[in-house]
């Protein structure tokens, strides 16, 4: 049966090609027969599509953060971690008026104060309970000094028990650390671009 | 007695390459499908993450095996055996290069089908000694799958024994020596990718892996497996997952055959190149094709999926089985 004799023993030349676009046309011919909406399924024309987002996706650049070693930027205004300021002479800015106690929504803050030889008024006791507090920031705002403020560090955490109670040397010292950040977050949001 | 010693260092050589292939063919679809969702992938175990799979494998090992109190035991173990024994078994009939094969077998393609099907007996036994309901819905659906998918995969290799006129594998790839354009996936195009699409259900992959479906039946067959028996299921998975590319390689893309065959510049210049190296790369495509196909498309629903089995996948072969048999009427292939 050499019915197109031209072809015989032509495996190995081009005409593999027009083999493929007949064998295309003719499944494109089969979907179209069987049904419409098929057509795109069939020549994988949908497929190659969403086959195309997930290859550009790749190609693209990679939104991940490598956390310990790369972090987000955290806003001035962030409400992390509690520290109690001092002035720049060194002098402890609490003059223990309590406001952050009477405001403190979760009852986290303990303070007990005294005079001190100078006859002005400290805080003998500044203990902030972590495990209470919201960062609610409200002691921040009801400060008439600045003295106590939410850093934005936000990767703390303890491990024993009774270290969830920061108190007032840990405090001072946490602000101490953050003075710098602190100091140049709350100048720039006065500033009004914080 | 040599020839004992021949056969077990050639079959240590193909586990080794097998086991290691498995091992960063996990990592890559880790660190693909990661790169395909926009983030890095694992990359803290060793340089570039290389290890990450080895230290899984560990942790697999030292975990606590746990067996349902009411599993029937024996079944229970057996069944991931049996998954990887298959998994494993089939290469031995692969040819590597020209020579480069275990078991010469005339009846490799045959072999390859029956060990295949028998694989998918291990989620079958796991998802029912299990007597867990998820387990058991993911063997019965799994079956069902790969009943369906069988035949169409083969009769899509129907054609490409009628075109080279022989079973043995390393005939097929002979066959189809020439050039690119002899290779069987371009006149049997509409076959290749009904082959395609049945290899990707035959190994449970996504977007057909409705077998472990974690959205509505956990993980299927293996929900009751733990430990280094869980990761017995998780090698055959991959080990069939590179089977499958290989043996595509070797029915539709010419196997060991160098792309620039019969190219009369391109054909010296690579002639150095070991056949064995364009087998692996054709392998790597479509490995590379199967994470691709996962990281993009969403799991078909139960019976979309046997539609695309019974009515597109089955016809179409069936059809180019016609077609192909008539154009060789009239010898054009």
Redesign the interface.
Known sequence: ?????I???????????Y??LA??I??VV?AVI?KNQ?VGR?T?YE?IK??W???S??L?????I?FPEENLPVSPRFRGLLALRRYPNGEERCIGCKLCEATCPALAITIETAPRDDGSRRTTRFDIDMFKCINCGLCEQSCPVDSIVLTPEQHYTVNDRGLNILTKDKLLKIGEITEDRLAKDRANIHKGDG | MQQLIYWLIHIACILGIVLVMVLYLILAERK?MG??????GPNRVGPLGLLQTVADGIKFLHKEMIYPERADLFLFILAPMISLICAFVVWSVVPFADGWVLADVDAGALLVLALTSLGSYGLLLGGWASNSQYAFFGAIRSMAQVISYEIAMGFSLVPVLMLSGSMNLSTIVVAQS??L??WNF?????VF?VYLIASVAETNRAPFDITEGESEIVAGYQVEYSGFIFAMFFIAEYANMIFVSTLASLFFLGGWLSPFQ?IPMLDTLFSWVPSIFWLLVKVILFLYLFI??R???PRYRYDKLMMIGW??CI??SL??IF?VSL?M?????
């Open positions: 049966m050499d019915f197109c004799g072809f015989t023993d032509v495996r190995g030349s081009a005409v593999n090609i083999i493929a064998g295309l003719i499944t089969i069987i098929w069939v994988l497929l969403g086959l987002v997930t290859q996706t790749a693209s650049p990679k939104a991940t490598q | 693909i790169y395909m969702q926009a983030r890095i020439g050039n354009l002899t371009l006149p049997l195009f509409p990718i019969g691709w196909v990281a993009t498309f009515k597109i016809p179409v059809i180019w077609v154009l009427l009239g010898g054009v292939l």
